[in-house]
């Protein structure tokens, strides 16, 4: 197709310059594909109106307004939204894109992608020990004896336990099947043999809590899904175990999780939190069995290009008219689905 022919697109997302880290300087993954060249961040305003009237695809990126119905009815020509994130269940309600004939497609795959690698990292290193090691060494500044005092590490026949099927959850699986690791599962939607393909075994969640060394959260954030991860389940862990969480900070009871954590019986890497980030004088930041970081699992930094190569392979397919390969539709009843 010639470059005449390529759909008029409206990118928006906050801040602006986010764009550029996507879809590289100039924004040149997508000039290929369609006729895009101001970014938005804001949809309610004259210069978004007069956009919004000649577009055809709507780019978005986090940061994003959310795309309500008074939105669409100034976009005439919109027939698809290509989303750089993850679930767009927050930017459009999925019934209101398919009334109005919009096609939805994440880059949720490709987010996927970082959060595991984060997750099985955080996983091998819970189970060497590896902060309490920095931190013994860094105050005795001298030799530590491995065979005495890390006597209880390794990675070799512990078992982990993974808590949602979901698009990260069986990456991490994956992940895991490379190891001596057992590996327990817990979605109540999953089977046995679905299980047993992503080299897992299906079991209760109470069950998983009780066995597990390290127990890594791939929940998403829904009704079904909050505070799942409750007091009674967290006393169930044995001490000395980790417990992790990329998901979002509302599938757990914090204060119930903070009490355990008081007591030095278990440990925690956070990436997410509630509220996030923490107030400063939270006491998540000082205690020694915690690691935060600031929801840097997901993409970032050299990774928002492998999003942006998702969403331009996306819109290749919508300039051919071909279905998209990763399409968002609305959440099936899977604990781990997003």
Same mark, same amino acid.
């Given at each position: 197709?010639?470059?005449?022919?390529?759909?008029?697109?409206?990118?928006?997302?906050?801040? =602006?310059?986010?764009?550029?880290?996507?879809?590289?300087?100039?924004?040149? !993954?997508?000039? &290929?594909?369609?006729?895009? =060249?101001?970014?938005?961040?804001?949809?309610?305003?004259?210069? #978004?109106?007069?956009? +919004?009237?000649?577009?055809?695809? !709507?780019?978005?990126?986090?940061?994003?307004?959310?795309?309500?119905?008074?939105?669409?009815?100034?976009?005439?020509?919109?027939?698809?939204?290509?989303?750089?994130?993850?679930?767009?269940?927050?930017?459009?309600?999925?019934?209101?894109? =398919?009334?109005?004939?919009?096609?939805?497609?994440?880059?949720?795959?490709?987010?996927?992608?970082?959060?595991?690698?984060?997750?099985?990292?955080?996983? +091998?290193?819970?189970?060497? $020990?590896?902060?309490?090691?920095? $931190?013994?060494?860094? $105050?005795?500044?001298?030799?530590?004896?491995?065979?005495?005092?890390?006597?209880?590490?390794?990675?070799?026949?512990?078992?982990?336990?993974?808590?949602?099927?979901?698009?990260?959850?069986?990456?991490?699986?994956?992940?895991?099947?490379?190891?001596?690791?057992?590996?327990? !599962?817990?979605?109540?939607?999953?089977?046995?043999? &679905? =299980?047993?393909?992503?080299?897992?075994?299906?079991?209760?969640?109470?069950?998983?809590?009780?066995?597990?060394?390290?127990?890594?959260?791939?929940?998403?954030?829904?009704?079904?899904?909050?505070?799942?991860?409750?007091?009674? +389940?967290?006393?169930?862990?044995?001490?000395?175990?980790?417990?992790?969480?990329?998901?979002?900070?509302?599938?757990?009871? &914090?204060? #119930?999780?903070?009490?355990?954590?008081?007591?030095?019986?278990?440990?925690?890497?956070?990436?997410?939190?509630?509220?996030?980030?923490?107030?400063?004088?939270?006491?998540?930041?000082?205690?020694?069995?915690?690691?935060?970081?600031?929801?840097?699992?997901?993409?970032?930094?050299?990774?928002?290009?492998?999003?942006?190569?998702?969403? #331009?392979?996306?819109?290749?397919?919508?300039?051919?008219?071909?279905?998209?390969?990763?399409?968002?539709?609305?959440?099936?009843?899977?604990?781990?689905?997003?």
């Amino acid at each position: 197709m010639s470059d005449e022919t390529r759909p008029r697109a409206v990118l928006a997302m906050r801040p =602006a310059a986010l764009a550029d880290d996507l879809f590289g300087p100039g924004r040149h !993954l997508l000039r &290929q594909h369609v006729d895009a =060249a101001t970014v938005l961040e804001s949809l309610d305003d004259a210069p #978004a109106h007069e956009l +919004l009237a000649e577009a055809e695809v !709507l780019i978005t990126g986090w940061g994003c307004p959310p795309v309500t119905a008074e939105v669409l009815d100034r976009a005439p020509r919109l027939r698809a939204i290509v989303h750089s994130g993850g679930s767009t269940v927050e930017l459009i309600d999925p019934s209101l894109a =398919a009334t109005h004939g919009i096609a939805v497609s994440n880059a949720g795959e490709a987010n996927a992608i970082p959060v595991a690698e984060y997750a099985f990292a955080a996983i +091998l290193l819970a189970n060497k $020990q590896a902060t309490a090691a920095e $931190q013994l060494y860094r $105050q005795r500044r001298d030799r530590i004896d491995r065979e005495v005092e890390l006597r209880d590490t390794g990675n070799y026949r512990r078992q982990v336990g993974l808590v949602g099927a979901s698009r990260t959850g069986r990456r991490v699986a994956g992940l895991l099947a490379l190891t001596d690791l057992d590996v327990l !599962l817990y979605d109540p939607y999953l089977t046995d043999d &679905q =299980a047993t393909e992503l080299g897992a075994r299906r079991c209760d969640l109470a069950e998983l809590m009780a066995l597990s060394d390290v127990v890594s959260l791939h929940v998403p954030s829904t009704a079904e899904t909050a505070g799942m991860i409750s007091r009674a +389940l967290l006393s169930l862990m044995r001490d000395g175990t980790t417990l992790i969480n990329t998901a979002r900070g509302t599938v757990l009871d &914090q204060d #119930a999780l903070l009490d355990e954590l008081r007591t030095g019986r278990l440990r925690a890497v956070l990436d997410v939190t509630t509220p996030e980030p923490l107030p400063a004088d939270h006491e998540l930041w000082s205690l020694p069995g915690v690691t935060l970081t600031p929801h840097i699992a997901g993409a970032t930094g050299t990774e928002l290009r492998r999003l942006g190569s998702y969403v #331009a392979d996306e819109l290749a397919r919508f300039r051919q008219g071909t279905p998209f390969a990763y399409p968002d539709s609305t959440p099936t009843p899977v604990v781990g689905v997003p």
